[in-house]
């Protein structure tokens, strides 16, 4: 029997019931409830990460996404929400930096480039710099192939189907969901061990990454210590704050941006608004302020 004959007669959440793939079957019947703004169809959805997606997107309830374990799915969740809301500040709780630059562009905060300024790796700024000024011609100031190809292909494609998990517009006010197909965060088992194996490499980039990675698999913030470039050292720090809940990492951290940036993820982690009081700029502070309070109980 054809696929047309199966699908005849059927709604569209009936069509998407019929994919074999639970994934791509959650993802199908999550952008019918984004597109028709209904929070009864997220009900439909089988995966629990992606029903509490669904409605954290549906309602632009950014306490929800707190719930999501998966780091990868609570940052394609905090993407949504900032879409949905038009809140670029959401977009900072984004660990992801792919999910993060493209977030900023893609909820208000188009031209902004400063958004990019905590990017460390040369090739990735630029390519961030190129993403939020949509300007294509700085994708040829990209020395690294793969991501000169990369900011080709993100300029180049139609807003429904670029790499980041991305929303298009379906009538005014309405937007879908694209699934997310960044590489996976490392699992704690795949992460390298601490001491030996990250000290026994020559590389300085490649031991700075093996510390910082250390670090956030076991949330010790003394691995950072190792660290020896300052803006990865930074960083590290920020990472193990957000999965931690402590905001008091943060001090530590020189970068201004990499440090707001932190206190922003510890307070969001942490449902504790008292370290948004430290972040410089204000724009964090206030969208810090405010959601971080959403997610405190009896507020």
């Known amino acids: 029997m054809s696929a047309c004959l199966t699908t005849e007669g059927k709604t569209p959440v009936e069509k998407c019931g019929l994919l074999g793939n639970p994934d791509h079957r959650d993802w199908c019947i999550m952008n019918i409830a984004i597109s028709s703004k209904d929070a009864g169809v997220c009900d439909l959805v089988g995966g629990e990460d992606w029903k509490t997606s669904c409605l954290a997107a549906v309602n632009g309830d950014f306490a929800l996404c707190e719930k999501i374990a998966n780091r990868h799915w609570k940052d394609a969740c905090y993407y949504n929400v900032a879409q949905r809301n038009g809140d670029s500040g959401i977009c900072y709780a984004i660990s992801d930096l792919y999910y993060r630059s493209g977030c900023f562009k893609d909820a208000g905060a188009e031209g902004d480039v400063s958004v990019c300024d905590d990017i460390i790796e040369p090739n990735q700024m630029m390519w961030c710099y190129a993403k ?42 309405a937007s879908t969901a694209s699934a997310p197909t960044t590489t996976r965060p490392l699992t704690t088992s795949t992460r390298p061990r601490p001491s030996i194996v990250c000290a026994d490499m020559s590389d300085p980039v490649r031991k700075d990454m093996c510390y910082s990675e250390s670090a956030v698999s076991v949330r010790d913030r003394r691995l950072c210590d190792m660290v020896q470039n300052q803006y990865m050292r930074g960083a590290c720090l920020r990472d193990v704050a957000s999965s931690s809940g402590d905001s008091s990492l943060c001090r530590d951290i020189e970068h201004d941006k990499i440090r707001d940036a932190c206190y922003f993820e510890a307070s969001m982690a942490s449902r504790d608004p008292a370290g948004c009081g430290k972040i410089l700029d204000e724009k964090i502070r206030e969208s810090c302020e405010r959601y971080s309070r959403r997610g405190l109980p009896n507020q």
């Open 132 to 173: 939020v000024t949509n300007d294509i011609l700085m994708c040829d100031k990209i020395k690294e192939d793969s991501w000169k190809r990369q900011c080709f292909e993100d300029l180049k494609e139609p807003p429904a189907t670029t790499t980041i998990s991305k929303t298009s517009t379906t009538r005014a006010g």
